[in-house]
């Protein structure tokens, strides 16, 4: 079906909540993305930290296709392997509690709030100011961000956000009565800024002193994106509880929330539930990403291909180069235009946070001449 005939059928039946580019990718493979008309692109978006270890994996495929002529769900009044598999995989590579199993990042947030509440019943969550946790009404109202929460007012109450670069502020708005603090490690999509080692250690003291839940949102910088396997791994502040999701299923919807041990059992049977979550198939694909992704000398090389990939942009002259690992951004005047231009003319695909910024998210498995071939197509247009 040609493009325009796409662009009729979504402007007749589905809800405009998206301002899609005007592609449609049929193919990929590895860092390598086709269109309808054969054209080959560079993506170095990886369907915004999801696609953690590029397009058609031989081993995702293998455990996909496999799962999914086996058996593709049960639900989750049963047993199965890959589901129990996972949770021990990502249990060991984390806190060491217990995981909750979603279909979203949004998701594994909402189980986040609702163990911090169960918790501390009716106790408050403190945010970060232009955190991004989710759409969901739980997720949103962590999500302190004007134009996406006032049209959908009243949102879920006891929330509060603070500056994310004072770590006094933060201190300041934990107390006796505050259930949980949530912080993406590295704020994704507000443009990729990093909350500094203090804010991190801030927060960990103020939970400690109050008895509050530190929850870090790893949705977008965890799996290996930053060269760790989680962004706090860098500073060595440990949460209580995290969330994951994007990267986890390379392709296929999956989330968790991850506790540690002394929070394993706040939620009980009838808490919290999911009908697809957690299911055979998504979980093998989680699987064959953790066999990808947890290898020592990958999260080198995602350490080395960002240095490379950041000093190139610094090279090229661009201004506020940051971020770490293969999670970077840098600032251009127009940069919904440059990303833009950069998709149509250069065949590279990277997204614009916002009017400055521009975002890049390539999979970690990203060769060195793919680095060099994108730094050239980003210096025809920045
Ligand atoms: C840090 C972070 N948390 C939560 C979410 C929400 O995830 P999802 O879109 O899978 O619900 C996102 C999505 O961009 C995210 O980047």
Redesign the pocket.
Same mark, same amino acid.
């Given at each position: 079906m040609a493009l325009e005939d796409l662009k009729a059928l979504e402007r007749e039946y589905v809800m405009g909540t998206y301002a899609r580019n005007p592609v449609e990718f049929v193919r990929g493979e590895g860092c390598r993305l086709w269109d309808d008309e054969g054209n080959e692109y560079l993506d170095f978006l990886g369907g915004?930290?999801v696609v953690q270890i590029g397009h058609a994996h031989p081993t995702w495929v293998e455990a996909v296709s496999e799962q999914a002529g086996r058996l593709a769900h049960a639900g989750n009044l049963f047993y199965t392997g890959p589901a129990m598999r996972l949770a021990e995989r990502l249990s060991k590579l984390s806190l060491g509690g217990k995981v909750f199993f979603t279909?979203?990042?949004?998701? @594994?947030?909402e189980c986040a709030i609702k163990l911090a509440r169960k918790r501390k019943q009716g106790g408050g969550v403190v945010v970060l100011e232009g955190?991004?946790?989710?759409?969901?009404y739980g997720?949103l109202s962590a999500?302190p961000q004007e134009a996406k929460q006032a049209p959908f007012a009243p949102l879920v109450p006891g929330f509060v956000s603070v500056p994310r670069d004072d770590p006094e502020a933060l201190a300041g708005a934990v107390d006796g009565e505050t259930a949980a603090v949530i912080i993406?490690p590295i704020?994704?999509?507000s443009g990729i800024h990093p909350i500094s080692e203090e804010v991190l250690r801030a927060a960990r003291e103020a939970c400690d002193r109050h008895g509050a839940l530190l929850v870090f949102?790893?949705?977008?910088?965890g799996m290996g994106r930053t060269g760790k396997m989680w962004a706090w791994q860098h500073v060595q502040v440990e949460p209580d509880v995290m969330?994951v @999701?994007?990267g986890l299923g390379g392709g296929l919807?999956i989330?968790a929330c991850i506790s540690s041990p002394d929070h394993a059992d706040v939620l009980e049977p009838g808490d919290h539930g999911s009908t697809f979550a957690g299911g055979p198939v998504i979980a093998a694909a989680a699987n064959a990403v953790l066999d990808v992704v947890d290898d020592a000398e990958l999260l080198v090389e995602v350490t080395d291909n960002g240095e490379t990939l950041a000093e190139g942009l610094r090279e090229l002259g661009l201004e506020g180069v940051r971020g770490r690992g293969l999670m970077l951004a840098f600032e251009i005047p127009e940069a919904p235009d440059v990303a833009r231009r950069l998709l149509l003319e250069q065949r590279l695909v990277v997204n614009a946070t916002g009017p400055t910024t521009i975002r890049l998210l390539p999979p970690l498995t990203v060769a060195g001449d793919e680095i060099q071939d994108a730094l050239g197509r980003l210096g025809d247009v920045a």
């Open positions: 915004i930290s279909n979203s990042g949004a998701e @594994a947030i955190a991004f946790h989710g759409r969901t997720a999500t993406e704020q994704g999509e949102d790893e949705i977008q910088c969330t @999701a994007k919807p989330g």
